[in-house]
């Protein structure tokens, strides 16, 4: 019998890709193996299109921006980025704040305006479609227009909860979506606010999970009927404020406050495609699932770490990936793919990034946290669908099966010494030395 061809790419802190020889075991029984569950069809991997972003890639060559790109969102390429997310207005990773109409009182939307997106965010989108033309977009606000806000201001605040301003709100949404489609980019998907629960000092709005029903259910539902609109609405993005159990101790869980108070209500539910959680919406991922399993779900927003883009970090990431994963999420959309080095935003907070561009050496870094992206999204695509896995490492690690049966196993070893993975593919057992604190991919044809 012939042995089942098994593929190996390893990742440490010295090596970060690396194709290994894999053996057959000598001994010992397996401690990982298939199952035949099958759970959430993949939908694919992205990150977020920021103005910060777009600054950091002009530092470099015209062949090292090709090959950023090319690495990013070619169907060949070593993400094949499928979704990604876009800011409607300004996002924290912008130059400065702004939004797509600043005319107090313009409730017919007369001087909505994308011309500052044409500057910087529509060619760098553009420059990823060309060269990824079925690449999906979606697309949240941090902040409504200011004077459609108490305070008035970018960061901080609610919307103001007046009929004539949530109905101007609505049609804030399609405006935006159609200025696009005439930039010739489709938006597939939009998210009524970026971090719901976020009162930050950069560009932020409060929603309750009672607003979010109403305004879907009410405004935003019935405004893209009437214009036509095929763009999906998701409810999203959900975050919840750190420290979760201070945050519990108040108010209900993210799940009921949130994704319950607008799910269980059938008029705006029947609007809603699916539910973006990030950051702390962590906690409420396993309960949204298991309640609403029909709906779509995505991780809308990787954490994003300090500036210091460390292996340490890496992992952290690393399990961000598998708890959304085997939560039920489809997509999960990490934050700045691309920054200068230390990450700083325009409001003083540094951040990681899958690459950093020096602007003086004009040299382009690939990061931990690009590795951890490429062992999930490198090795497979949209289409694909989760499987399970047993044994002591499936606490570790994630697989997929593709449609012609090919099956792709991502996993970590967190500890600090090598580890042994004894992997039950077919009739015979492989053995994998795992060196401390790496991360792996493993292809079984």
């Known amino acids: 019998m012939n042995p089942t061809p098994v593929r190996w790419i390893a990742s440490n802190q010295s090596n970060f890709w690396e194709e290994r020889q894999i053996k057959e075991a000598a001994s010992g029984e397996a401690n990982l193996a298939f199952t035949d569950e099958k759970f959430q069809r993949l939908e694919g991997f992205g990150g977020c299109f920021n103005e910060l972003g777009y600054l950091a890639l002009s530092h470099l060559t015209e062949e090292d921006r090709r090959e950023a790109f090319h690495a990013l969102f ?71 227009p200011t004077w459609m806000k108490h305070p008035k201001a970018y960061n901080y605040g609610t919307l103001r909860w007046e009929k004539e301003v949530l109905e101007a709100y609505a049609l804030y949404f399609v405006k935006f979506v159609e200025a696009y489609r005439e930039e010739g980019i489709t938006i597939h998907q939009v998210h009524v606010q970026n971090e719901v629960v976020a009162d930050q000092k950069f560009p932020s709005c409060v929603w ?162 690009y590795y951890v992206m490429k062992h999930f999204a490198s090795l497979t695509a949209p289409g694909d669908t989760r499987i399970g896995l047993k044994g002591p490492w499936s606490g570790n690690a994630v697989s997929f099966e593709k449609p012609d049966g090919t099956r792709v196993i991502v996993l970590a070893n967190p500890f600090a010494d090598a580890r042994e993975l004894r992997l039950q593919a077919g009739s015979g057992i492989h053995s994998f030395r795992l060196e401390p604190e790496s991360f792996h991919t493993i292809v079984v044809a």
Not at 268 to 289: E, L, P
Request: glycine share 8%.
């Open 74 to 144: 070619h169907p060949e390429g070593e993400h094949k980025f499928s979704i990604c997310r876009l800011p409607i207005g300004a996002s924290d990773y912008a130059l400065d704040w702004y939004s797509h109409n600043e005319t107090d009182g313009d409730y017919a939307m007369e001087h909505f305006s994308i011309d500052r997106d044409r500057k910087l965010l529509i060619p760098y989108m553009k420059e990823a479609l060309r060269l990824n033309p079925d690449l999906k977009l979606f697309a949240s606000p941090w902040s409504p």
């Open 208 to 369: 309750t999970g009672e607003q979010l029903r109403v305004f879907i259910r009410d405004y935003l539902g019935p405004a893209f009927e009437r214009s036509g609109l095929d763009t999906e609405i998701w409810l999203g993005t959900i975050n919840a404020p750190e420290p979760w159990d201070e945050w519990l101790k108040k108010k209900a869980t993210g799940f009921d406050a949130y994704a319950n108070t607008v799910l269980s209500d059938p008029e705006a539910y029947k609007y809603v495609k699916g539910v973006g959680y990030q950051w702390a919406g962590k906690h409420a991922i396993q309960r949204t699932v298991q309640s609403y399993p029909e709906l779509r779900y995505m991780q809308t927003e990787n954490e994003c770490g300090d500036g210091e883009n460390t292996w340490f970090y890496a992992r952290y990431v690393f399990s961000l990936f598998h708890h959304y994963f085997t939560n039920g999420v489809n997509a999960y959309i990490y934050w700045n793919m691309l920054l200068e080095p230390k990450g700083r935003s325009t409001w003083g907070w540094e951040q990681n990034a899958m690459m950093t561009v020096d602007p003086e050496a004009g040299r382009l870094t690939r990061n931990p946290e």
